[in-house]
């Protein structure tokens, strides 16, 4: 495996420079134990939970830390008994940002010692982090033999990413992108895989504008074909792929071929609840959904959780009286990260409507009749869609993407967890986002485990 990543939450992150940095000069230990994953040629390490290990109990100086082998041992365990990854996590207080000699002395030795406690071959790691927060990673195989982790990632209110290797050269397309967000941004988008999850109404523009502004790989997620009823919102279909009813992910994807900046395509004619296309989202560095309904909503919330991603949902609503007169016209993006509010606790909607809709779509026969009774509320299955007011609030969700990785809002990113705006009612509102609770926050980076999400509909393991 060539291409290993680590992510990890900003909570988490102040959590370890707080430890690990005492403000004595000497070098401070932690051991993150993290779920994993792996799709499309990559592996993730996801912090799950951290040990901090107590300064008593080591030995620490300006160049070094050890630990006695009593203390590793119960690391070794729960990551054995939970089927995780072991991440040794150390300070660099000098600053250097390159492991050391020393430090290549202490990881052989340790993880020596992991492989013999937790079966199979799959990478552990080690990382420093210096005292201005960035973080340097590296994985490290059987044998002892050390492989590069491609990025560390943080997710959070900003959402950060270390490279190991340089900046790329800014393309010339891109030259104009680079005026406003600068190379570093402009580059970092070209780095990036991003899933979109629903390719239509708002997901279509979406998807060019991720293209156009240089995103380097998409993963694209929707099991539908195009009909003639929506080829007033799918950019680059035609009415011969409504005849043909050709999948909405092909003929996007040949439209992004077509436009020839570069961006790969990784296409799933599925829905979310595929294990296959679950794993790709779950192995994106960022996830934006496009979803009308509840349920695949509920559900993007959960992976985001469990995999440690940030999500940006958009929606949009439209009502019309039978007159023809508007009713609203508007919209919201969210943004949700792993120890954020979900949809429920948000108030977006609520556990009776999700179940309302699950019944809808799994047994319509006793939804009606649960319908007719009153003991559920009328599902809205069929939407209006207007392409100008999809691509209006299309274009605030990627705006939303730019702002967490190149924050330019006069305000901090922490007082937009939600943007609603009324197009018919002319206004804009922010609110923050909230702390999950403690129900939530214990599948935060658990990653693949059985059944996926902790949902036993979704069947065996991925």
Same mark, same amino acid.
Request: charged share 25%; hydrophobic share 40%.
């Given at each position: 495996m060539s291409d290993i990543r680590l992510r990890l939450t900003d909570q988490q992150h102040t959590d370890l420079h707080q430890h690990l940095f005492p403000g004595?000069?000497?070098?401070?230990?932690?051991?993150?134990?993290c779920g994993r994953t792996t799709s499309l040629g990559s592996?993730? =390490?996801?912090?799950?939970? =951290?040990? =901090?290990? $107590?300064?008593?109990?080591?030995?620490?100086?300006?160049d070094r830390v050890t630990w006695p082998p009593t203390l590793i041992e119960?690391?070794?365990?729960?990551a054995a008994d939970n089927d995780l990854a072991i991440v040794k996590v150390h300070s660099h207080p000098n600053g250097h940002d390159r492991f050391s000699n020393i430090d290549d002395d202490s990881d052989r030795k340790l993880f020596e010692s992991v492989y013999g406690w937790v079966d199979g071959d799959r990478p552990h790691a080690s990382a420093i982090m210096l005292p201005d927060g960035r973080m340097r990673a590296r994985a490290v195989l059987v044998g002892g033999a050390f492989a590069t982790i491609r990025h560390v990632q943080v997710i959070g209110n900003d959402v950060l990413f270390w490279y190991d290797q340089p900046e790329l050269a800014v393309p010339a397309?891109?030259?104009?992108?680079?005026? =406003?967000?600068? $190379?570093g941004t402009t580059t970092l988008l070209g780095r990036l895989r991003?899933?979109?999850?629903?390719?239509?109404?708002?997901?279509? $523009?979406v998807i060019e504008q991720l293209v156009r502004l240089g995103v380097g790989e998409l993963v694209l997620v929707d099991p539908d074909h195009v009909e003639e009823r929506n080829l007033n919102r799918i950019l680059g279909a035609t009415a011969e792929d409504a005849i043909q009813e050709r999948l909405k992910v092909d003929v996007i994807e040949q439209h992004i071929h077509r436009i020839?900046?570069?961006?790969?395509?990784?296409?799933?004619?599925?829905?979310?609840?595929?294990?296959?296309?679950?794993?790709?989202?779950?192995?994106?560095?960022l996830v934006i959904g496009c979803m009308d309904g509840f349920s695949g909503r509920h559900m993007l919330a959960r992976l985001a959780r469990y995999y440690l991603l940030p999500y940006i949902d958009v929606g949009v609503k439209l009502e019309a009286l039978e007159d023809g007169t508007i009713n609203q016209v508007a919209g919201s993006v969210h943004y949700l990260q792993p120890t954020g509010l979900d949809f429920i606790d948000r108030g977006v909607f609520s556990l009776e409507a999700l179940e309302a809709e699950d019944l809808l779509r799994t047994d319509p026969d006793e939804y009606r009749e649960r319908h007719a009774q009153g003991y559920v509320r009328g599902v809205q299955v069929d939407r209006p869609a207007v392409i100008s007011v999809n691509m209006h609030f299309a274009s605030l969700a990627v705006n939303e993407v730019l702002a967490r990785l190149h924050p330019f809002?006069?305000?901090?990113?922490?007082?937009?967890g939600?943007?609603?705006?009324?197009?018919?009612?002319?206004?804009?509102?922010y609110e923050r986002d909230g702390i999950a609770p403690p129900r939530t926050l214990a599948s935060v980076g658990r990653g693949d485990i059985d059944p996926p999400l902790g949902m036993p509909s979704l069947g065996a393991r991925l």
């Open positions: 004595d000069g000497k070098e401070a230990v932690a051991v993150a134990l592996e993730i =390490l996801l912090v799950h939970k =951290l040990d =901090l290990v $107590p300064y008593e109990a080591c030995k620490r100086y300006r119960q690391f070794f365990r729960k397309f891109a030259e104009r992108h680079a005026q =406003l967000f600068g $190379p991003i899933a979109v999850v629903g390719c239509s109404g708002t997901g279509s $523009p020839g900046l570069g961006t790969q395509v990784h296409k799933f004619a599925a829905s979310l609840e595929n294990h296959a296309a679950m794993r790709a989202v779950a192995a994106s560095d809002r006069m305000d901090d990113n922490e007082e937009f939600t943007t609603r705006m009324s197009l018919s009612h002319v206004y804009i509102e």
